[in-house]
C-alpha cells in the first residue's frame, strides 16, 4: 500500500470522491454536492493505494495559520481494522508538520472518537450534529 497526495479532479480524486460517497455518504442517505467538491481545490487530498484500488483517504484544510482540520477520513469497509487508517493519520500529521502547522483538529463522530483517542487527539467542546449524527470537536498540538 502507497500514501499520497491526489490532484484535485484526477482519476484519483474521483475514486476518492466514490469511496468516501460508499463510507461516509451514501449510509446515511447523503451526497456530496458539487459546490463542497469544488470547495475542495485548495485543500490537501490524501489517499492510500494498493495499486489502482483505493484503500482509504482525508482531506486536509487549512482553518487558521497554525490548525489544519482533518476531514472526510474514511477507509473501504472490508479492510478496516488493519491498520490503514492508522497510517493515512501518521501521512496526515508529517504533512501538517512539514508546512509549519502546530495543531490539528477534526469534528469527530462519536463513533470514531476511540480511534482518534489513539493518536493523542482530545474531546473539547460541547457536542454538536453534522450529517445528522452527534459529533465533537477533537485537537491535539503536532510535535
Ligand atoms: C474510523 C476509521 C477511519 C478507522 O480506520 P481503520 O483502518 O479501520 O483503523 P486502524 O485499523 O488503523 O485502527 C487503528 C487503531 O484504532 C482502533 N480503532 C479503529 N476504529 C475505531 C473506532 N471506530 N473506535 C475505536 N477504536 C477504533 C483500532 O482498533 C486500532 O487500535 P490498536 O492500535 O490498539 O490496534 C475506519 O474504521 C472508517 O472508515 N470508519 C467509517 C467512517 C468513519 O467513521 N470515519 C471517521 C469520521 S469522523
Known amino acids: 500500500m502507497g500514501l499520497k497526495q491526489i490532484d484535485h479532479g484526477s482519476p484519483e480524486y474521483i475514486k476518492m470522491v466514490d469511496l468516501r460517497n460508499q463510507i461516509l455518504r451514501k449510509p446515511l442517505g447523503l451526497t456530496f454536492t458539487n459546490e463542497e467538491l469544488e470547495n475542495e481545490k485548495n485543500e490537501i487530498l490524501i489517499a492510500a493505494f494498493e495499486e489502482d484500488e483505493i484503500l482509504g483517504c482525508c482531506v486536509l484544510c487549512p482553518i487558521e495559520n497554525e490548525r489544519f482540520r482533518l476531514r472526510q477520513m474514511a477507509v473501504k469497509d472490508d479492510v478496516q481494522g488493519k491498520g490503514i487508517g492508522a497510517s493515512i493519520m501518521s501521512f496526515a500529521e508529517t504533512i501538517a508538520k512539514d508546512k509549519g ?43
Not at 476511540?114 to 498540538?141: A, R, S
Open 101 to 143: 502547522y502546530k495543531y490539528m483538529l477534526m469534528h469527530a463522530r462519536d463513533s470514531a472518537i476511540g480511534f482518534y483517542e489513539k493518536f493523542g487527539y482530545k474531546v473539547i467542546g460541547t457536542p454538536f450534529v453534522e450529517v445528522n449524527l452527534p459529533h465533537h470537536i477533537m485537537e491535539k498540538e503536532l510535535i
